[in-house]
């Protein structure tokens, strides 16, 4: 069964660093988003992507996140300039539609 | 702000009885709803869509949406120790197609 994977598992990162996240979505699926999750909090929507641009990003996406589709298969998130409260799960998902995503199993980010 | 609430349990139900997860919403434009399911350290799995009153049944899994009393449910019949997990309710609110809100999650413990 297709499935979304993420790369690396877990990022170790010194604050003020730049990160790349990274993420192949499922193959034949248009929509790609990603999401966090701060250790024992909501699963919070960061920001979807679609036709190669941003479709909607949420408060949380501000200057110092960005998205990127460099190629046909990869789907990257950037953080500029990490803080302490950017440690979290962060999930990569798609969709062949609208509304319902498809989970990857997620990047785990220790800012330090 | 639009919200999704759920109880957070933990709730516990021995094996072979039937669990039922409850979930309510704030924004009456709400059209998709879903269910995902995950593990402790894990990703959010999908389960469960639901889009129009009623109910939608896919194998031990029964999803129920009353649109008018704004609320979600996820019953699962014969309950296994494997279904124990966390329990995310997750709605399309009306204004988004692509953002997912979602709830805290349930915490189900399956007791052998």
């Known amino acids: 069964e297709p499935e979304v994977t993420q790369t690396p598992s877990h990022q170790v990162t010194q604050m003020g660093q730049e990160v790349i996240l990274r993420c192949v979505p499922i193959?034949?699926?248009?929509?790609f988003y990603w999401y966090r999750q701060i250790l024992g909090q909501k699963v919070e929507f960061l920001v979807s992507?679609?036709?190669?641009?941003?479709?909607?990003k949420s408060e949380i996406f501000d200057d110092q996140f960005s998205v990127e589709r460099p190629d046909g298969s990869n789907f990257t998130l950037k953080i500029r300039s990490t803080k302490l409260e950017d440690s979290a799960m962060y999930f990569c998902a798609s969709s062949e539609a609208p509304r319902s995503a498809f989970f990857g199993p997620g990047t785990r980010l220790t800012v330090l | 702000q639009k919200e999704v609430e759920q109880n957070s349990g933990p709730l516990s139900v021995p094996e072979g009885a039937i669990a039922s997860l409850n979930c309510t919403y704030s924004?009456?434009?709400?059209?998709?709803f879903f269910w995902y399911r995950q593990y402790s350290g894990k990703s959010p799995e999908l389960i469960m869509s639901i889009y129009s009153n009623g109910d939608k049944e896919d194998g031990r899994f029964t999803a129920q949406l009353n649109k008018a009393s704004q609320y979600v449910s996820l019953l699962i019949r014969d309950s296994q120790p494997s279904d124990s997990a966390t329990y995310l309710c997750?709605?399309?609110?009306?204004?988004?197609?692509?953002?997912?809100?979602f709830g805290k999650g349930t915490l189900l413990t399956v007791n052998p």
């Open positions: 997750a709605v399309n609110s009306g204004g988004s197609n692509y953002k997912l809100t």
């Open positions: 992507f679609y036709n190669n641009e941003i479709s909607e």
């Open positions: 193959s034949n699926h248009l929509y």
């Open positions: 924004d009456r434009g709400s059209q998709s």
